[in-house]
């Protein structure tokens, strides 16, 4: 991610995007100024870095709406659809993440991480077949990632452990979704399946209002 230059002092976060990534991600800093700003970002509203980085974000939306931003600032986590507005002028609504986390420029600062996966729609309920249909349903937490260990599917119980709709999450990575130390390792041992390693077990912590709750992966 391409970031504001900050004083040497305080050097810049990166966020590297990687090849074939398809994830809109920004940083917001407390005045509401844009510090951050992905390819993915460029791609989804079409700003190239030059033209929005030192700028309020609230030139992205199409309706601001005071309540919700403020809420997102309040807490810890903020997820929801934003109505924003491209470069061209024309409005797309979009599932967002918004994450509060400190801030690299100054000590004891918060900024603000706000993504959201491009993706295409999900497939509709009734092309679906039973199966599928049950696992969606499903009261277990059960996701399915796909080879760039991006969250494609997300069952019921997934969906009401982490708070989130499977829309949001749809096309993020775990440690987007849930950043503990668990996900990151998680992530390890998925793409060691991939790699042939064979079957990999781990433990989670996942959901946000119970931290020591552990689940068996």
């Known amino acids: 991610m391409e970031r504001r230059p900050t004083p040497p002092s305080h050097p810049a976060q990166t966020h590297a995007v990687p090849q074939g990534a398809r994830i809109a991600e920004a940083t917001i800093d407390a005045r509401g100024v844009v510090t951050g700003w992905s390819d993915g970002a460029a791609l989804l509203l079409g700003y190239p870095p030059a033209e929005i980085l030192g700028?309020?974000?609230?030139?992205?939306?199409?309706?601001?709406?005071?309540?919700?931003w403020r809420a997102a600032a309040a807490g810890a986590r903020w997820s929801?659809?934003?109505a924003l507005r491209h470069r061209d002028g024309h409005r797309l609504d979009r599932d967002v993440l918004v994450r509060r986390r400190p801030s690299g420029e100054r000590p004891g600062g918060a900024e603000w991480l706000v993504?959201?996966?491009?993706?295409?729609?999900?497939?509709?309920?009734?092309?679906?077949?039973?199966?599928?249909?049950?696992?969606?349903?499903?009261?277990?937490?059960?996701?399915?990632?796909?080879?760039?260990?991006?969250?494609?599917?997300?069952?019921?119980?997934?969906?009401?452990?982490?708070s989130l709709a499977e829309g949001t999450m749809r096309g993020l990575r775990l440690t987007d979704i849930a950043p503990h130390p668990g996900s990151a390792e998680a992530e390890t041992r998925m793409r060691r399946v991939?790699?042939?390693?064979?079957?990999?077990?781990?433990?989670?912590?996942l959901d946000p209002a119970d931290p020591e709750r552990e689940w068996h992966a």
Do not use: I, K, M, N
């Open 55 to 68: 700028h309020r974000a609230a030139l992205l939306l199409a309706e601001p709406d005071r309540d919700a």
């Open 80 to 82: 929801g659809t934003a």
């Open 115 to 162: 993504v959201s996966a491009l993706t295409g729609p999900a497939p509709a309920a009734s092309g679906q077949a039973l199966g599928a249909r049950a696992f969606d349903r499903s009261p277990c937490v059960c996701a399915v990632f796909d080879e760039r260990l991006r969250l494609a599917r997300a069952s019921a119980g997934t969906q009401r452990a982490l």
């Open 194 to 205: 991939l790699d042939g390693g064979g079957p990999q077990e781990t433990r989670l912590r």
